[in-house]
């Protein structure tokens, strides 16, 4: 198991340097969560890093300390929550600690235009060769909602190159992501790819997963409701077309810790956060 760990963070690091390389290559890391993470960490006083992760790895990455945070889109649920056995893996994957919730979601599938109007239903589906990111919400549907096999990609953004090339019939993603890429007027595949909505979903709410146990979960909680009550939150949903989505499940009272995993973040005097490639939520400026 200690090997695993080390090659996780090793790998970890390795991913770290990359994305550091993107970011110097003159391509500003933006969306909506890159922002709302800027200004909670300003809110709590410490500087921000970010670290584009492998999503299979982000619960090793968090319980060894690689990141503090996922921050990316990141749908609740209770398996995540409480922990589960990854079939796939052939692992345990330990439980997670999670904020309140700040946007709503569900997931949709993703065709070629040209098939869209052969998807009357999840019916449909069967017999199709289907495709999600690996241990996300999109591979979940594929497999229960649809009761279809499922390819596991790397990155959502996968998605939609694959079912472009032909390389699988359909693929299944965030609304929140499908709609920046296909439906909105700048969408790279607005023109070659559709949304075909999936019957028997539940909306979806994100949140930011933390290790379990960690009093990081209460800070978090804190500085968010400070950045919906004083309209930071609203100003980037605007900005990224998210009004619609945005949910503010931060109604209690929440005071900032002073010990534990809190003091031990604002005495290192940085936030890292783990993230993928997922418009509009972190990526890059064109």
Known sequence: MKKVLIIVMVLAMLVGCIAAFAGCSGKKLIGFDTELAEAVAKELGVKIKFVEIDWDAKETMLETGVIDCVWNGFTYTTERDNGYFDTERNAQIGGLDFTEFYMENKQVAVVKKANASSYT??????????????????????????GVECAQLQKQLD????????????????????????????????????????????????????????????????????????????????????????????????????????????????????????????????
């Open 121 to 146: 239903s999840n019916a449909s589906f069967a017999g199709k060769r289907g495709c999600a990111e690996a241990s996300s919400a999109g591979e979940t549907a594929v497999k229960e909602t649809l």
């Open 159 to 286: 998605v939609f190159t694959a079912v472009f090339a032909g390389t699988y019939d359909f693929g299944v993603i965030d609304l929140t992501m499908a709609s920046e890429y296909i439906a909105s007027e700048k969408g790279a595949y607005k023109d070659s790819l559709a949304i075909v909505a999936l019957q028997n979903v539940e909306v979806e709410y994100y949140a930011i997963g933390v290790k379990e146990g960690s009093n990081l979960k209460t800070a978090l909680n804190y500085a968010l409701k400070k950045t919906f009550d004083n309209n930071t939150a609203k100003n980037l949903a605007d900005k990224y077309a998210l009004s619609a989505n945005l949910y503010n499940g931060f109604t209690g009272t929440y005071a900032l810790p002073t010990d534990g995993a809190t003091k031990a973040l604002q005495d290192k005097g940085t936030i890292t956060v783990g993230y993928t490639i997922f418009a509009p939520m972190n990526y890059f400026e064109e």
